[in-house]
């Protein structure tokens, strides 16, 4: 699942077509992983699923969606 405002920014990056490869890990796992700042929304409630399949789902960011 990805984090609130994870969605947009993710959504940005990527177009219809791009290929996007989910595993259970990647390459950047070892070299960055243990480095990355996780945040813990295991106590958060599931959202509504039909909020889900929609566009609702994606928060508006607080900040610009790319940084250079």
Do not use: C, W
């Not at 290929?19 to 945040?39: C, F, N, Y």
């Not at 509504?48 to 929609?54: H, I, N």
């Amino acid at each position: 699942r990805l984090h609130g405002e994870a969605a947009p920014k993710f959504y940005a990056l990527v177009h219809n077509g791009t290929p996007v490869h989910i595993a259970e890990t990647q390459p950047e796992d070892a070299s960055i992983g243990p480095k990355v700042q996780r945040v813990d929304d295991s106590r958060a409630p599931d959202p509504d699923p039909r909020v889900m399949v929609s566009s609702a789902a994606f928060q508006k960011p607080s900040g610009p969606l790319l940084v250079e």
